[in-house]
């Protein structure tokens, strides 16, 4: 079964909706009802939304069969050979994020559970967040925006969480809101206070360290799946993977300085 968030990225491709669905441009909202009821007989279209129309079909027949077929209809529509290949790329990229893939078998395509699949629990830290930053550049691609938003705040999230009990070995408070975690890290887990650099370079860096984190924080309060400001759910592509390029490398940062910070320790305690 696929996700609620895959399903929602897929229903968007196909009612053209969002980033990176000029491939499917061959395909018509007639082309896709019919493919619907072949595929389920019974059905009929009970919204004039084309989203939530395909959303709704996906939902109720969240079956790796009749997805499936879908699938298989949808490519052999694309009869170029370039549209052809784009198309199945752009879905496996979806897909990929719920740990299935579309492979070809006997002129058809199934959906498989990728044999590839890593147990993020097994990472090491740095892992982790090449992890996160691959699943959220395909969010990205897929056009949702607003799961990046989510996603990007929990990633740093964990970094916080993880240098606290690195530290006290104990856990946050269940109500420390994310800006006050950061008050922590800043001023007594890793003292990233810009007055104690000597270079005013790094100054100037650390200053921003704070301005990345209010902004995260800010667009997934006001565009995250959550909420319905407008205005943070329609950024351009290239200013949500902005953010995505941020938190990866302040995360990648706050992991390397926990490192610095501990074989410092190490050495004062031989």
């Not at 784009?86 to 990229?93: D, F, G, P, R």
């Not at 790094?202 to 309060?221: H, W």
């Not at 759910?233 to 390397?256: D, G, M, Q, Y």
Request: proline letters at 1%; hydrophobic letters at 40%; one cysteine or more.
């Amino acid at each position: 079964m696929l996700s609620f968030a895959t399903i929602k990225a897929i229903a968007s491709l196909l009612a053209k909706q969002g980033e990176n669905c000029e491939e499917f441009d061959y395909l018509t909202y007639d082309h896709i009802i019919k493919l619907l009821k072949i595929i389920t007989p019974s059905w009929l279209p009970q919204n004039e939304n084309r989203m939530n129309t395909f959303f709704y079909w996906m939902i109720e027949n969240n079956d790796l069969n009749y997805l499936s077929q879908l699938f298989t209809e949808i490519i052999k529509l694309a009869n170029q050979k370039e549209i052809f290949n784009s198309v199945i790329k752009t879905l496996n990229n979806i897909l990929i994020l719920d740990g299935y893939k579309l492979l070809e078998h006997n002129k058809n395509y199934v959906l498989v559970e990728t044999a590839n699949t890593v147990d993020f629990n097994e990472l090491n830290n740095f892992d982790k967040i090449k992890a996160e930053h691959k699943y959220l550049i395909a969010r990205l691609n897929s056009g949702d925006y607003n799961g990046v938003y989510t996603r990007a705040r929990t990633m740093i999230e964990m970094v916080f969480d993880q240098l606290y009990k690195e530290s006290t070995d104990d856990t946050f408070d269940s109500n420390k809101q994310f800006l006050d975690k950061w008050g922590w890290v800043k001023n007594h887990g890793l003292k990233l206070i810009p007055a104690n650099y000597k270079v005013e370079a790094l100054r100037n860096l650390a200053q921003s360290f704070g301005t990345i984190i209010q902004s995260i924080n800010d667009l997934r309060n006001n565009g995250s799946d959550a909420h319905s400001n407008t205005a943070a759910k329609s950024l351009p592509k290239h200013h949500v993977e902005l953010l995505i390029n941020s938190a990866v490398t302040l995360s990648l940062f706050l992991l390397s300085s926990i490192e610095f910070q501990q074989s410092i320790k190490g050495k004062k305690n031989e």
